[in-house]
């Protein structure tokens, strides 16, 4: 791996409980990367032959940045550090070589109907598999709040990375807490940075309902959807509005950890505290993990700005990959491609290659610093981190027709994805 871009504003998303630290650079980030270089890798995700049209481009105001919400997590994907402590054959070993998602009992089925749907039923159906996550926060016990989901019924639960970064770096106390108010303690299965998701596990988990599992390449823009987790420590609680954009290319992260992210973005409340809780549909399965939001950049002076409408969540086929890996390794893997690419660009008129390393996918390729890469796939490239976000819609190991243009030919590249951990 190479060096990141520098970072700008934003916060993590789940707010600390005590005293707040102050978001200030390294720390945070704005909706576009300053002027610089980051390498050009990219998470897999489950659906890799959606034909559905990524948008053009991503042109934000300068004041609108992008917050996350609690510390930002760093280091390699978490090994398994809880114990086995039932017999029962779904439940995942440890080390984190158990059996995948599809055989902890995770669901997938739509739990309600389609002609009875409301937004309380909605929240009758999932408030029941949704946790608050209090976790350490440099060194400080139930120092950051966060969301989660159940995702199976072995005592798995999602929620962000950036939740549970700093309690997993220290080995710090975890716990999650019900609908009803009661307390359990959780460990860390597996995280990843990259991805900014993380697959924790909790004895209390296994009494608890999962939520039934989606898609989002299924969603339309306009689709009603229904934002749960704790906003601002407020546990169980329910916000409601629509899908407001699809496949919007955007980065949050620190400099040692960015998550690019082709997100579902939603004008449903979403507010500090709510990181890592799911994004329903009016069929109550989950369709995307609330990770980000944008704000008017209140953050710079130390305070938490809270929801201006615009939202962001974790595709749910990310998530499905990213757990199964966690589930199966301990580890999850992204492709990489061994290049770097300029992230500052925003005219629209692709991704420009910085440098190539030797002996990588693109140098094997034929791919050299200076070309613009226009297309991936035969979808147009924007910018580089349209880029990123498009290559994260592909598997490591996929062979991928890169269009680039050379002096003012166009090329296509056949590049094999590669993969790392993180």
Do not use: C
């Not at 993380?198 to 939520?211: F, I």
């Not at 938490?304 to 962001?312: M, Q, T």
Request: hydrophobic share 35%.
């Amino acid at each position: 791996m190479t060096d990141e871009a520098p970072p700008e504003e934003t916060q993590p998303f789940g707010a600390p409980i005590g005293p707040r630290p102050t978001w200030t650079p390294p720390s945070s980030y704005p909706a576009y990367p300053p002027p610089g270089t980051t390498p050009l890798t990219a998470q897999a995700e489950v659906a890799t032959s959606s034909t559905r049209a990524r948008p053009a481009g991503w042109m934000w105001p300068a004041v609108v940045a992008l917050a996350l919400v609690l510390g930002v997590g760093g280091g390699v994907a978490g090994s398994v550090i809880y114990d086995q402590t039932s017999s029962d054959s779904s439940s995942s070993s440890g080390g984190g070589t158990g059996p995948g998602l599809s055989q902890t009992g995770a669901r997938t089925a739509p739990p309600l109907d389609a002609d009875s749907t409301s937004v309380a039923a909605v929240a009758q159906e999932l408030l029941p598999s949704t946790v608050q996550i209090s976790a350490e926060y440099e060194g400080q016990a139930n120092g950051a709040t966060g969301s989660g989901f159940v995702l199976d019924s072995a005592g798995h639960i999602v929620t962000n990375n950036h939740v549970v970064a700093s309690a997993a770096d220290d080995d710090g106390p975890i716990e999650i807490v019900d609908q009803d108010g009661n307390r359990f303690e959780a460990t860390v299965v597996g995280r990843s940075p990259v991805y900014d998701l993380a697959v924790l596990y909790s004895d209390g988990a296994k009494q608890m309902k999962p939520a039934s599992l989606g898609e989002s390449l299924a969603l339309h823009v306009g689709d009603p959807v229904v934002a749960f987790g704790s906003p601002l420590g407020l546990s169980s609680t329910v916000t409601s509005g629509i899908v407001s954009a699809l496949q919007r290319p955007v980065t949050t992260g620190d400099a040692d950890a960015s998550s690019y992210i082709n997100a579902v973005q939603t004008d449903a409340a979403i507010n500090p505290g709510n990181s890592g809780g799911p994004l329903v549909n009016l069929l109550g399965q989950v369709v995307g993990v609330n990770s980000a939001i944008a704000t008017t950049g209140g953050g710079a002076t130390g305070t938490e700005s809270g929801n201006i409408g615009v939202g962001f969540a974790i595709p749910i086929e990310q998530v499905k990959v990213t757990a199964d890996q966690i589930l199966r390794t301990g580890e999850a893997r992204y492709p990489v491609i061994g290049a770097k690419v300029q992230t500052g660009q925003q005219d629209g008129k692709g991704a420009e290659v910085d440098s190539v390393v030797d002996g990588t996918p693109a140098d094997e390729a034929g791919m050299k610093a200076g070309d613009v890469v226009v297309a991936l796939e035969g979808q147009r490239v924007s910018d580089g981190i349209a880029l990123i976000v498009s290559i994260r819609s592909h598997q490591p190991g996929e062979t991928l027709t890169f269009t680039v243009d050379r002096d003012g030919d166009e090329k296509d590249l056949r590049v094999t994805l590669d993969s790392e951990v993180g």
